[in-house]
């Protein structure tokens, strides 16, 4: 039984040293924790504890820490053997050559390097550095995959610093225009854009930045470890998540208007107060999605700059993120809530108005099953059935964007508590390992199963 | 009866050329509406419309702007032959001699002329306006009251630039201590003190702000005309408030602590949410204040700066302003949202936790009976009894301070839908003129009475 306490880390390390694994290898957990933690040097910020590795990470997108990482990357790779493409929107692809010289496009490890302003040293970075750990174990085994494998960094994962999150994978699945993306401007300083970060630090590549064979890198599949970034697998005490899918999510932005007035002198019956409003709005909304065993959340609130004690708001905007695994279950809550921010917005004083804008539409998606049953092999073989569960991402992640254009699937493993985008992020030794020998796993049974399939 | 019309507007003129005023004294209503608007051009912004009186102000204590008002109101004070001090808080007394020669402490008219970042024309402006007037008014009759009359222009009453409302009429009436008030900074650029503007400006005076006869600037009274800011007056269509007293007030800064989360993986039932919390607990306040005819009111809220739409807050602060006429309502609505709130706290998910502190204490103040009872026979007399109405100042006034020192009372004139604090506040020709009229034979009536008194 999974478990985090020390024993359960020795039941687990004991447990981890006699897995048979179908492809006879095993990765070296030791040189993978050592290497994550010597990488998030570049980076390291908001110290929490008094462990070396006991800090965050501030890693944003193409700043000078990024573009530290990814010159070290880049010559680790190159080391293995690998050859590096870098296409227009600076995602990095390492090919390792598969034995069969067939040209057909690499089974593809990929996650990101950036971090969020107050993020953790697991987010994205244990998906780089597993698929990295991959690559070595295979290497100095002299074990050679049939077809090319390799290692994806994405650009702008986190959409942190440059506000489009997914935003590379976006570009290559077409569902993102590059110019849009090369014209996202730093949040902090808009004289700086994401391309002109590019530039600076040469990770603007010549191939396009695209899944088309002919002008960009065209992958045969895309597989992504991750840490689950909430608390299902710990309460379940499962140690491998099979992620079939992600919910879909709509992201509305609402802009309650009112009046300013004077708090001491205007009569309730005389207001239109905006924010009297959006606080019954956010409350009905998380009861809303409730009832449908959806979420509905808001993590974004504000009113305007001169507001002050005294006065009542003129205008409140609120974000409102609303999941599901099923579209129409988000719809559904999307609508509910909608029309009792109607009723909501008549019942105090004047009354108020609102409107609202879809800034994120992001349908649920089904991942490949094939790519889903490899991994299920893998969690089956190194934890066995009641280990692992079949679940739905909760958050976006690159291989959604992958999903659309290769085969694609994720593996989740979990992180203390469920906390991810903050310092305190942890995933074990014992975790980090055990994904990592998984998605080795997973892309060796793809393989496999491809040149079965294949050669039928 | 009081309207707002065009007809009404005509029936106002034609009642206000009628009066009857025991002064024998009428002031000069176009000369005040001129001198007004054209004292506004000092800090003229926010323009809503074609004329060229339809705009805002933002004139901030200590801007240049607000220099330049200062200096051109030393200057018609001056041409008056009144004397003028200034203290060491800036607040500007200006006095005329009285014929008796006493050296009893001057009858004040005051107000302040310092705005809001957005505020309007007439909020502090027209009782500083309106006090000149009636000094023009009493000079070119070659008027004399018994006593010294003047005008005071308080500094920084709103308290937006530097946050402490009612500032200098505060440090007069001792109930803040000066330095505390010289060292406010700036909300925008904290290297500028409220001192280092006085200075700047060279309004630093010598005598010490305070009500101390012997060091500081004594008053005898202390009337001030303000627009009411509320609706009350125009709802029931009356002209003129007799302001009998202030409601108490309590602000309140909450903070409520939850855990940032991601809302994409975590479930409703693993959350510690602020934003919902708070959310419930504004609306709550809201209900609470609603039960016993009291007010509260929430301005502000705020969020991390790296909050995100799919992040759980960490952190949530907002603000409690709570009111009523009655200190023990004040308090039972304040001691009822404090349990409300720690119900809620533990209502959703993990639970949060919230603390607070109080930020201002401004129990219910009740004005002098003589004063009040001097603007109830100016009422009287212009409007008569069913024209006007006894009233509790919902806002807090630099005569709230005064009231403490000398007796005190104030005068409110209906202003446009009860609006203030923000551009398009608006007091008709007609009832700044009769506002000013009304401070004319209270002051007049005031100082009969007292000279009455002391030679019984």
Redesign the interface.
């Known amino acids: 039984m999974y478990a985090k306490s020390a024993t359960g880390a020795l039941r687990s390390a004991r447990r981890f040293s006699t897995i048979s694994a179908s492809s006879g290898l095993k990765i070296n957990s030791e040189r993978l924790w050592n290497t994550l933690h010597q990488t998030c040097e570049y980076g390291a910020a908001h110290r929490y504890g008094e462990s070396p590795t006991e800090t965050g990470m501030a890693r944003l997108t193409l700043n000078d820490e990024d573009a530290r990482v990814r010159r070290w990357f880049a010559k680790e790779v190159e080391k293995l053997g690998c050859s590096l493409s870098i296409d227009q929107m600076g995602n990095m692809f390492a090919k390792q050559s598969g034995r069969l010289g067939s040209p057909a496009p690499m089974i593809a490890m990929g996650s990101h390097l950036d971090t ?3 993020g953790g040293r697991y987010d994205g970075i244990l998906g780089v550095m597993a698929a990295l750990e991959v690559l070595r174990t295979m290497k100095e085994n002299n074990f050679q995959t049939n077809y090319d494998v390799g290692v994806v960094n994405w650009t702008n994962e986190e959409g ?1 610093r440059f506000p489009k ?1 997914m935003c590379s994978s976006g570009v290559w699945a077409g569902a993102i225009p590059i110019q849009k993306a090369w014209d996202l401007r730093d949040i902090h300083d808009s004289s700086v854009t994401l391309r002109s970060e590019l530039e600076r630090h040469g990770y603007l590549g010549e191939i396009a930045c695209s899944s088309d064979a002919a002008t960009g890198y065209s992958l045969g599949a895309h597989f992504e470890l991750h840490i ?5 697998l710990p ?1 379940n005490n499962r140690s491998i998540g099979v992620v079939r899918g992600a ?1 879909g ?1 709509r ?1 509305l932005t609402m802009t309650v208007h009112g ?10 019956s ?1 207001r239109q ?1 905006p ?2 409003a ?3 709005m ?2 009905a909304s ?1 009861d809303i ?2 009832k449908h065993d959806a ?1 509905a ?5 504000k ?1 305007p700059s ?8 003129s205008q409140v905007t609120f ?1 409102l ?1 609303i ?1 599901h695994p099923q579209d129409h279950v988000v719809h559904a809550v999307q609508d509910e809530c909608l029309k009792a921010f109607e009723t909501i917005a008549s019942q ?1 004083g004047k009354g108020v108005s609102f409107d609202w804008t879809l ?1 994120t539409d992001s349908p649920a998606v089904k991942f490949d099953d094939d790519c889903v049953a490899s991994i299920q092999a893998a969690a089956d073989q190194l934890v066995g059935r009641e280990q692992s569960m079949l679940m739905t ?4 992640h690159d291989t959604v964007y992958t999903s659309q254009h290769c085969p694609s699937a994720m593996i989740f493993v979990p992180c203390r508590d ?5 310092p305190t992020e942890y995933c074990s030794p014992q975790d980090c390992a055990l994904g990592t020998q998984a998605l080795l796993e997973a892309v060796v049974h793809y393989d496999q199963s491809r040149a079965n399939k294949e050669n039928k």
Chains 1, 2 share one sequence.
């Open positions: 969020q302003p107050r942190a999150s689950e970034q909430g608390p299902i309460e919910q999510y992201w009046k300013d007035a004077h708090t001491g002198t205007t009569p309730f005389a107060d924010l009297l959006s606080s019954r956010i409350a998380h999605a409730k979420l959340s808001t993590g974004i609130i009113v001169n507001a002050s004690t005294n006065t009542v708001s974000t993120d999941r105090d800034d991402s909760g958050a976006g469920g906390v991810s985008h903050h």
